[in-house]
């Protein structure tokens, strides 16, 4: 892909569903194979109970990510697993799944919303409002820090 925009067409989907399993194959393709995450930690127990989305280009499964619960007394949630194949990067896929997670995050009615973002997609999440704190840590042999973002009430635009 180039940088130039695609419309791509964005959906919730069920843990176990076969858009799950084309998830899964995105997820293993990016974190696995590409960036060497030890297979046995790309599926966890928040894949159960996360809110889950994938992005089509045409029929092609491109980019996926997850939201759920963080601390429901603080209306923390979090956001996870934001993959996009190599192929399609820089072409607006990712802001893509981010915005529809956001997007539910509002629907839930979330106060903030927090992730670990590995140190090269900083500038891409800063894009979407969010701000670094904290020092860099390790996870998965990948430097990660903290990012957050607060979020105005559904009723706001
Ligand atoms: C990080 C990632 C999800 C971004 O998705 P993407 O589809 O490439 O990003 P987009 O095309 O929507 O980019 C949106 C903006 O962020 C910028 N951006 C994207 N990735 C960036 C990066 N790694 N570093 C700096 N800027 C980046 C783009 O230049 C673009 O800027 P623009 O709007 O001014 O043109 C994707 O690159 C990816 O899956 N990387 C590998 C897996 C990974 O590291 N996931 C994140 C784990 S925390």
Known sequence: MNGKAT???????????DAAKQAVAIRFAVFVDE????????IDAIDDI?????????????????????????????????????????????STIIRALMEEAVRRDYGELALSAQLHAIPFYERHGFSAYGDAY???????????????PSRAT
């Open 7 to 17: 419309p791509y067409r964005v959906v919730p989907f069920a843990w176990g569903s």
């Open 35 to 42: 960036q060497r995450v030890p297979a046995e930690e790309e």
């Open 50 to 94: 996360a809110y889950h989305v994938i992005a089509f280009d045409g029929d092609e499964p491109v980019a996926t990510g997850r939201l759920f619960d963080g601390d429901a007394e603080k209306k923390l949630g979090k956001i996870g697993r934001m993959a996009v194949l190599k192929s399609h990067r820089g072409s607006g896929a990712g």
């Open 138 to 152: 390790d996870d998965a042999g990948i430097p990660h820090r903290m990012m957050k973002k607060r979020l105005s």
